[in-house]
């Protein structure tokens, strides 16, 4: 979470993995957002499904985990989580699973108008952020109600 690339003396290493984040108690946590690249990627085990951060912290208790499972672009990511906790703890106070789906529809109908201009062609999607591949990698799990 911090201090990767400054471990301490104390054994901490700055990393979490998922056996330390299953040992958490997380049991009064609705929410859990893992926004970084293929968060919610993991191991398949046989019998037991996949084995990653995602599922650790359900087992650590929390209610609902928010993972990607591609590598996400940053800045696209900041818009869509962004829209997602306004739309949460804004004004209009959305439950989880309807701000998370008006967060993705913003990005893909409403989102930050900007042209790619890397494309070069005039007939170019007017913002690259209508494009699931920047949004879609998202998957609310648990108790999303």
Known sequence: LAG??????DGDDGILT???AETLDLTKVDLVVLSACETGLGEVAGGEGVLGLQRAFQVAGAR???????KVDDEETRKFMTRF????WGPERMKMLK???EAQLWMMKEGPRTRDIRLGDPKAIEHKSALPFYWGAFVLSGDWR
């Open 4 to 9: 990767a690339n400054h471990p301490t003396f």
């Open 18 to 20: 998922a056996e330390e």
């Open 64 to 70: 609902t985990v928010v993972a990607s499972m591609w």
């Open 85 to 88: 906790y306004e739309n949460m």
């Open 99 to 101: 701000a998370f789906r």
